[in-house]
């Protein structure tokens, strides 16, 4: 299996333009999370998918936040617009409902100037 | 605010066993006690759970005390490789591992040649 894969691994782009982060999570996984890295915060749950339908969305910082699953081996976290304070590596795991591990990807370093 | 407290750091010499703690006071009585480990520039890495019993695998021994107030996690023999920064966290079993994860500030181990 190749893993969780994310596109695109890295990304520099100008504040107020659009940015989307791609997922396509394990094949056969059932639930899938997005979790933001950064040195002030560190690790922090942005939101999560059971069966593709968004359980927890807590985590998104604010309304420039959106993400879909629109099926089962692909989503999409969206920030428009993007600012500065948005820079971070965002992670997507996923995991199959009934185990215990979650499975990380490589991230999404996100550079925002 | 995440439910674990750990060292921010530790060193261990190549070979040796590694002894990380974790405390987790306020534990109940149904939430498992997870470790995962995040080497530079990668995302987090599952390496063992555990609720009431010492837990081993290929990877690391779990040893948690029998008020469940504070675990530790064994690497028997530590290697260059192993210099990570490791998270102890505390969740409840809800589908297994497929609720967010609440990462603190994790434990840097540095292992010594």
């Known amino acids: 299996d190749a893993g969780v894969i994310q596109s695109p691994r890295h990304e520099v782009t100008e504040m107020g333009q659009e940015v989307t982060l791609r997922c396509k999570p394990i094949?056969?996984?059932?639930?899938l999370f997005w979790y933001r890295q950064t040195m002030m915060r560190g690790l922090e749950l942005l939101i999560y998918?059971?069966?593709?339908?968004?359980?927890?969305d807590s985590g998104m910082p604010e309304d420039r936040f959106s993400a879909k699953m629109p099926n089962a081996s692909f989503s999409t976290l969206k920030i428009q617009p993007s600012e500065p304070r948005d820079s971070a590596v965002y992670f997507c795991?996923?995991?199959?409902?009934?185990?215990?591990?979650?499975?990380f990807g490589p991230g999404t370093r996100l550079t925002v100037t | 605010d995440a439910k674990t407290t750990q060292p921010p750091s530790m060193d261990c010499a190549e070979g040796r066993a590694a002894n990380l703690p974790c405390n987790h006071s306020?534990?109940?009585?149904?939430?498992?006690v997870y470790w995962y480990r995040q080497i530079h520039s990668q995302g987090p890495q599952y390496i063992i759970h555990?609720?009431?019993n010492n837990e081993t695998n290929e990877m690391a021994s779990l040893i948690i005390t029998e008020d469940r107030k504070s675990s530790t996690l064994i690497l028997p023999h530590a290697t260059l490789r192993d210099t990570a920064v490791y998270y102890c966290?505390?969740?409840?079993?809800?589908?297994?591992?497929?609720?967010?994860?609440?990462f603190g500030k994790g434990t840097h181990l540095i292992i010594q040649p």
């Open positions: 094949s056969g996984h059932n639930s």
């Open positions: 555990g609720l009431k």
């Open positions: 966290i505390v969740s409840f079993p809800s589908g297994g591992g497929a609720d967010g994860l609440t």
């Open positions: 998918f059971n069966n593709n339908v968004p359980i927890d």
């Open positions: 795991a996923s995991t199959l409902r009934g185990t215990y591990e979650q499975y």
């Open positions: 306020t534990i109940s009585g149904n939430e498992y």
